[in-house]
Protein backbone atom coordinates (compact mmCIF):
# COMPACT_ATOMS: atom_id res chain seq x y z
CA UNK A 1 0.00 0.00 0.00
CA UNK A 2 1.47 3.18 -0.91
CA UNK A 3 1.07 6.44 0.93
CA UNK A 4 0.91 9.85 -1.12
CA UNK A 5 2.77 12.51 0.10
CA UNK A 6 1.15 15.31 -0.27
CA UNK A 7 -2.11 14.57 1.23
CA UNK A 8 -1.57 11.22 2.91
CA UNK A 9 -3.79 9.01 1.24
CA UNK A 10 -3.75 5.59 1.21
CA UNK A 11 -3.82 4.03 -2.21
CA UNK A 12 -3.63 0.30 -2.90
CA UNK A 13 -1.04 -1.87 -4.04
CA UNK A 14 0.91 -0.73 -7.76
CA UNK A 15 -1.03 3.10 -7.97
CA UNK A 16 1.44 5.02 -9.21
CA UNK A 17 -0.72 8.37 -8.56
CA UNK A 18 -2.74 9.14 -5.69
CA UNK A 19 -6.52 8.98 -6.38
CA UNK A 20 -7.87 11.56 -3.97
CA UNK A 21 -5.16 14.51 -5.49
CA UNK A 22 -3.35 13.13 -7.88
CA UNK A 23 0.38 13.40 -6.66
CA UNK A 24 2.75 10.83 -8.10
CA UNK A 25 3.47 7.97 -6.07
CA UNK A 26 6.86 7.02 -4.90
CA UNK A 27 8.03 4.16 -6.02
CA UNK A 28 9.84 1.44 -4.02
CA UNK A 29 11.31 -0.47 -7.07
CA UNK A 30 13.03 0.74 -10.54
CA UNK A 31 9.30 1.72 -12.05
CA UNK A 32 9.20 -0.21 -14.92
CA UNK A 33 6.38 -0.11 -17.27
CA UNK A 34 3.34 -1.45 -16.17
CA UNK A 35 0.40 -2.61 -18.71
CA UNK A 36 -2.90 -1.42 -17.45
CA UNK A 37 -4.97 -4.13 -16.35
CA UNK A 38 -8.33 -4.99 -17.96
CA UNK A 39 -11.52 -3.00 -17.29
CA UNK A 40 -13.62 -4.76 -14.95
CA UNK A 41 -17.56 -4.97 -15.48
CA UNK A 42 -19.30 -1.60 -13.92
CA UNK A 43 -15.57 0.41 -13.70
CA UNK A 44 -14.97 4.07 -15.09
CA UNK A 45 -12.97 4.01 -17.85
CA UNK A 46 -9.91 6.37 -17.68
CA UNK A 47 -9.83 9.04 -20.93
CA UNK A 48 -5.81 8.60 -20.36
CA UNK A 49 -4.70 5.33 -20.41
CA UNK A 50 -8.00 3.40 -21.07
CA UNK A 51 -7.56 1.41 -17.20
CA UNK A 52 -10.68 0.64 -15.15
CA UNK A 53 -11.35 2.47 -11.96
CA UNK A 54 -13.52 1.66 -8.99
CA UNK A 55 -16.40 4.14 -9.54
CA UNK A 56 -16.50 7.56 -7.49
CA UNK A 57 -12.54 7.99 -8.00
CA UNK A 58 -11.60 11.31 -8.79
CA UNK A 59 -8.45 10.58 -10.71
CA UNK A 60 -6.93 7.36 -12.28
CA UNK A 61 -5.16 5.13 -9.88
CA UNK A 62 -1.99 4.20 -12.66
CA UNK A 63 -1.89 7.29 -15.10
CA UNK A 64 -3.36 10.10 -12.62
CA UNK A 65 -5.67 11.48 -15.30
CA UNK A 66 -8.98 12.97 -14.03
CA UNK A 67 -12.08 10.95 -14.42
CA UNK A 68 -15.47 11.91 -15.30
CA UNK A 69 -17.92 11.99 -12.56
CA UNK A 70 -20.37 9.40 -12.92
CA UNK A 71 -24.01 10.28 -13.59
CA UNK A 72 -26.73 9.15 -10.83
CA UNK A 73 -28.98 6.32 -11.68
CA UNK A 74 -31.88 8.70 -9.83
CA UNK A 75 -30.59 12.05 -11.73
CA UNK A 76 -30.57 9.20 -15.12
CA UNK A 77 -34.37 8.91 -14.44
CA UNK A 78 -34.99 12.35 -13.65
CA UNK A 79 -33.70 13.34 -17.02
CA UNK A 80 -35.33 11.05 -18.95
CA UNK A 81 -38.72 12.08 -17.29
CA UNK A 82 -38.39 15.57 -18.00
CA UNK A 83 -37.41 14.92 -21.21
CA UNK A 84 -40.37 12.91 -22.17
CA UNK A 85 -42.77 15.56 -20.17
CA UNK A 86 -41.03 17.83 -22.95
CA UNK A 87 -41.84 15.95 -25.34
CA UNK A 88 -45.64 16.06 -24.60
CA UNK A 89 -47.60 18.75 -25.68
CA UNK A 90 -49.05 21.04 -22.53
CA UNK A 91 -50.70 24.32 -23.04
CA UNK A 92 -49.19 27.49 -22.39
CA UNK A 93 -48.73 29.00 -18.98
CA UNK A 94 -49.81 25.28 -17.44
CA UNK A 95 -48.94 23.96 -13.79
CA UNK A 96 -47.67 20.89 -12.45
CA UNK A 97 -50.40 19.11 -10.75
CA UNK A 98 -48.77 19.42 -7.32
CA UNK A 99 -49.05 23.35 -8.02
CA UNK A 100 -52.32 23.81 -8.60
CA UNK A 101 -53.65 21.85 -5.39
CA UNK A 102 -54.81 24.07 -3.23
CA UNK A 103 -57.40 24.09 -0.24
CA UNK A 104 -61.17 25.20 -0.94
CA UNK A 105 -61.84 27.12 1.99
CA UNK A 106 -58.54 29.02 3.08
CA UNK A 107 -56.37 28.59 -0.27
CA UNK A 108 -53.79 27.19 1.44
CA UNK A 109 -51.49 24.58 -0.88
CA UNK A 110 -51.64 21.29 0.49
CA UNK A 111 -50.05 18.23 -0.66
CA UNK A 112 -51.00 15.19 -3.07
CA UNK A 113 -53.08 12.39 -1.57
CA UNK A 114 -54.61 14.33 1.37
CA UNK A 115 -57.83 14.16 2.20
CA UNK A 116 -58.09 17.69 4.85
CA UNK A 117 -56.34 20.85 4.95
CA UNK A 118 -53.42 20.54 7.34
CA UNK A 119 -54.24 24.33 8.06
CA UNK A 120 -58.09 24.71 8.82
CA UNK A 121 -58.87 20.92 8.56
CA UNK A 122 -61.88 21.90 5.18
CA UNK A 123 -62.31 18.52 3.00
CA UNK A 124 -60.00 18.73 0.23
CA UNK A 125 -62.49 16.50 -2.05
CA UNK A 126 -65.77 18.63 -1.86
CA UNK A 127 -66.02 21.74 -3.48
CA UNK A 128 -66.63 24.70 -0.81
CA UNK A 129 -70.00 25.93 -0.29
CA UNK A 130 -70.82 29.28 -2.18
CA UNK A 131 -70.54 32.19 -0.37
CA UNK A 132 -74.34 33.49 0.83
CA UNK A 133 -75.24 36.30 -0.46
CA UNK A 134 -76.89 39.35 0.82
CA UNK A 135 -80.19 40.63 -1.20
CA UNK A 136 -79.61 43.91 -2.22
CA UNK A 137 -82.13 46.49 -0.57
CA UNK A 138 -84.87 47.80 -3.15
CA UNK A 139 -84.27 51.29 -3.71
CA UNK A 140 -86.50 53.82 -2.47
CA UNK A 141 -89.23 55.38 -4.51
CA UNK A 142 -88.57 58.86 -5.57
CA UNK A 143 -91.40 60.97 -4.65
CA UNK A 144 -91.94 64.17 -7.36
CA UNK A 145 -92.27 67.09 -5.79
CA UNK A 146 -93.77 70.07 -7.40
CA UNK A 147 -91.52 72.95 -8.56
CA UNK A 148 -92.20 76.44 -6.37
CA UNK A 149 -94.18 77.84 -8.94
CA UNK A 150 -96.60 75.09 -9.73
CA UNK A 151 -97.33 75.33 -5.87
CA UNK A 152 -97.73 78.83 -6.16
CA UNK A 153 -99.84 78.96 -9.20
CA UNK A 154 -102.01 75.84 -7.46
CA UNK A 155 -106.26 76.67 -7.21
CA UNK A 156 -107.36 76.14 -3.96
CA UNK A 157 -110.38 73.81 -3.58
CA UNK A 158 -114.06 75.46 -3.53
CA UNK A 159 -115.35 75.18 0.18
CA UNK A 160 -118.39 72.15 0.41
CA UNK A 161 -121.69 73.99 0.68
CA UNK A 162 -122.86 74.51 4.11
CA UNK A 163 -125.17 71.25 5.32
CA UNK A 164 -128.52 73.14 6.97
CA UNK A 165 -130.08 71.51 9.69
CA UNK A 166 -133.21 69.60 9.99
CA UNK A 167 -136.01 71.62 11.59
CA UNK A 168 -136.59 68.40 13.84
CA UNK A 169 -133.20 68.88 15.23
CA UNK A 170 -133.11 72.34 15.72
CA UNK A 171 -136.86 72.13 17.92
CA UNK A 172 -135.21 69.55 20.16
CA UNK A 173 -133.03 72.03 22.96
CA UNK A 174 -129.65 70.19 24.03
CA UNK A 175 -129.97 69.23 28.23
CA UNK A 176 -127.13 70.62 29.98
CA UNK A 177 -125.18 67.72 32.44
CA UNK A 178 -126.25 68.13 35.94
CA UNK A 179 -124.10 70.02 38.28
CA UNK A 180 -121.55 68.31 40.15
CA UNK A 181 -122.97 68.07 44.14
CA UNK A 182 -119.67 69.34 46.30
CA UNK A 183 -118.05 66.42 48.70
CA UNK A 184 -117.09 68.15 51.93
CA UNK A 185 -113.28 65.92 52.80
CA UNK A 186 -113.04 65.64 56.42
CA UNK A 187 -109.82 67.16 58.10
CA UNK A 188 -107.83 67.24 61.34
CA UNK A 189 -109.02 69.69 64.16
CA UNK A 190 -105.70 70.06 65.42
CA UNK A 191 -103.46 70.28 61.66
CA UNK A 192 -106.47 70.99 59.05
CA UNK A 193 -104.51 67.46 57.26
CA UNK A 194 -107.33 65.29 55.61
CA UNK A 195 -108.21 62.38 57.29
CA UNK A 196 -111.01 58.90 56.81
CA UNK A 197 -114.09 59.36 58.70
CA UNK A 198 -113.45 56.09 60.52
CA UNK A 199 -109.87 57.19 61.59
CA UNK A 200 -109.62 57.59 65.16
CA UNK A 201 -106.29 59.33 64.93
CA UNK A 202 -104.99 62.00 62.40
CA UNK A 203 -101.82 60.43 60.35
CA UNK A 204 -100.11 63.85 60.08
CA UNK A 205 -99.91 65.00 63.84
CA UNK A 206 -101.61 62.15 65.36
CA UNK A 207 -104.21 64.44 67.14
CA UNK A 208 -107.23 62.42 68.62
CA UNK A 209 -109.94 62.20 66.46
CA UNK A 210 -113.20 61.26 68.95
CA UNK A 211 -116.65 60.00 66.99
CA UNK A 212 -118.62 63.55 66.92
CA UNK A 213 -115.48 65.24 65.00
CA UNK A 214 -115.37 62.15 62.50
CA UNK A 215 -119.10 62.28 62.32
CA UNK A 216 -119.30 66.23 61.85
CA UNK A 217 -115.90 65.42 59.15
CA UNK A 218 -117.98 63.01 57.45
CA UNK A 219 -119.58 64.29 53.97
CA UNK A 220 -123.27 65.90 54.60
CA UNK A 221 -124.57 68.22 52.10
CA UNK A 222 -127.58 68.98 53.61
CA UNK A 223 -126.25 70.37 57.03
CA UNK A 224 -123.10 72.61 57.34
CA UNK A 225 -119.94 71.15 58.79
CA UNK A 226 -119.77 72.41 62.41
CA UNK A 227 -116.11 73.41 63.29
CA UNK A 228 -114.21 70.88 65.85
CA UNK A 229 -113.96 72.46 69.70
CA UNK A 230 -109.91 73.51 70.22
CA UNK A 231 -108.22 70.68 71.98
CA UNK A 232 -107.76 71.39 75.69
CA UNK A 233 -104.80 72.69 77.40
CA UNK A 234 -101.96 70.83 78.44
CA UNK A 235 -98.60 69.72 78.57
CA UNK A 236 -97.56 69.37 74.63
CA UNK A 237 -95.07 69.81 71.55
CA UNK A 238 -95.66 72.63 69.11
CA UNK A 239 -94.17 70.93 65.50
CA UNK A 240 -92.94 73.92 63.97
CA UNK A 241 -92.82 73.05 60.38
CA UNK A 242 -96.90 71.92 60.34
CA UNK A 243 -98.06 73.88 63.36
CA UNK A 244 -99.30 70.26 65.02
CA UNK A 245 -99.19 69.73 68.14
CA UNK A 246 -98.09 66.18 69.96
CA UNK A 247 -99.70 65.91 73.58
CA UNK A 248 -97.71 64.72 76.33
CA UNK A 249 -98.79 61.70 78.23
CA UNK A 250 -99.29 62.07 82.22
CA UNK A 251 -95.92 59.66 82.57
CA UNK A 252 -92.90 60.85 84.51
CA UNK A 253 -90.54 59.50 81.68
CA UNK A 254 -91.66 60.05 78.18
CA UNK A 255 -89.54 58.35 75.30
CA UNK A 256 -89.02 60.53 71.90
CA UNK A 257 -88.07 59.12 68.63
CA UNK A 258 -89.34 57.00 65.39
CA UNK A 259 -91.15 53.95 65.98
CA UNK A 260 -90.08 50.61 64.80
CA UNK A 261 -92.09 47.30 64.94
CA UNK A 262 -89.42 45.10 63.85
CA UNK A 263 -87.22 46.18 66.51
CA UNK A 264 -89.93 46.74 69.14
CA UNK A 265 -89.61 49.72 69.55
CA UNK A 266 -92.69 52.32 70.01
CA UNK A 267 -91.70 55.88 71.57
CA UNK A 268 -94.10 57.88 73.51
CA UNK A 269 -93.62 60.77 71.23
CA UNK A 270 -93.41 58.89 67.65
CA UNK A 271 -92.01 62.01 65.62
CA UNK A 272 -92.41 59.88 62.24
CA UNK A 273 -95.29 61.40 60.82
CA UNK A 274 -93.51 64.59 61.29
CA UNK A 275 -90.13 64.16 59.07
CA UNK A 276 -88.45 61.72 61.65
CA UNK A 277 -87.05 59.47 59.58
CA UNK A 278 -85.57 62.41 56.42
CA UNK A 279 -84.89 64.48 59.61
CA UNK A 280 -82.41 61.95 61.47
CA UNK A 281 -84.36 61.06 64.49
CA UNK A 282 -82.81 57.58 66.01
CA UNK A 283 -85.86 55.07 67.04
CA UNK A 284 -84.60 55.79 71.04
CA UNK A 285 -83.80 59.62 70.67
CA UNK A 286 -84.30 61.61 74.11
CA UNK A 287 -85.93 61.32 77.30
CA UNK A 288 -88.28 63.70 78.91
CA UNK A 289 -88.58 63.72 82.29
CA UNK A 290 -91.12 65.20 84.93
CA UNK A 291 -90.66 65.78 88.50
CA UNK A 292 -91.97 68.17 90.54
CA UNK A 293 -93.92 69.59 88.27
CA UNK A 294 -90.73 70.40 86.54
CA UNK A 295 -89.31 69.27 83.01
CA UNK A 296 -86.05 67.77 81.80
CA UNK A 297 -84.57 66.46 78.38
CA UNK A 298 -81.66 64.03 78.23
CA UNK A 299 -80.06 62.67 75.06
CA UNK A 300 -79.68 58.88 74.95
CA UNK A 301 -76.83 59.20 72.47
CA UNK A 302 -78.24 59.43 69.30
CA UNK A 303 -76.54 59.87 66.10
CA UNK A 304 -78.03 63.41 64.63
CA UNK A 305 -78.04 64.61 68.71
CA UNK A 306 -80.21 66.68 70.39
CA UNK A 307 -80.42 71.04 70.98
CA UNK A 308 -82.73 72.84 73.13
CA UNK A 309 -82.54 77.06 71.83
CA UNK A 310 -79.93 75.37 69.46
CA UNK A 311 -76.96 74.43 72.03
CA UNK A 312 -76.16 71.00 71.53
CA UNK A 313 -76.53 68.90 74.64
CA UNK A 314 -74.08 66.29 76.21
CA UNK A 315 -75.25 62.67 75.86
CA UNK A 316 -76.61 61.29 78.98
CA UNK A 317 -76.62 64.31 80.92
CA UNK A 318 -79.74 66.31 82.10
CA UNK A 319 -80.85 69.90 80.62
CA UNK A 320 -83.93 71.69 82.56
CA UNK A 321 -86.74 72.87 80.16
CA UNK A 322 -89.11 75.62 80.35
CA UNK A 323 -92.22 76.60 78.55
CA UNK A 324 -91.02 78.04 75.38
CA UNK A 325 -88.09 76.54 74.53
CA UNK A 326 -87.27 75.01 71.23
CA UNK A 327 -85.89 71.86 70.99
CA UNK A 328 -84.57 70.22 68.05
CA UNK A 329 -84.48 66.15 67.62
CA UNK A 330 -82.17 66.05 64.45
CA UNK A 331 -83.58 68.27 62.05
CA UNK A 332 -87.15 68.50 63.54
CA UNK A 333 -87.59 71.61 65.35
CA UNK A 334 -90.32 71.76 67.92
CA UNK A 335 -91.64 73.94 71.11
CA UNK A 336 -92.25 72.72 73.88
CA UNK A 337 -95.53 73.92 75.68
CA UNK A 338 -96.35 73.71 79.56
Given at each position: MAVCPKCGNKTGEGAVFCDRCGTPLPKAEPATPQAAPAPASGSVICPGCGAGNVPGEAFCDFCGSPLEAPVPAAAAATATATEVAQAVEEPAGALP??????????????????????????????PPM??????????EPVVP???????????????????????????????????????????????GAEVEPVDRFCSNCGAVLTPAQAQAAAPAPAEPVMAPPPPSAGPRL??????????????????VGREDPVSGVFPDVDLTPHGGEDGGVS?????ILIEGGNY??????????????????????????KDGDEIRFGRVALILKI
Open positions: AEATLTCPACGAKAMPGEAFCADCGASLAQPPETVPEPAPVAPPEAVATAVPPEPAPPVEPHPAVEAVAPTPPPAPVPVAVPTCPACVVVASGAEILLAAKDELLRRHAHFIEDLNSTNSTSVNKQRLTPRTRQPL
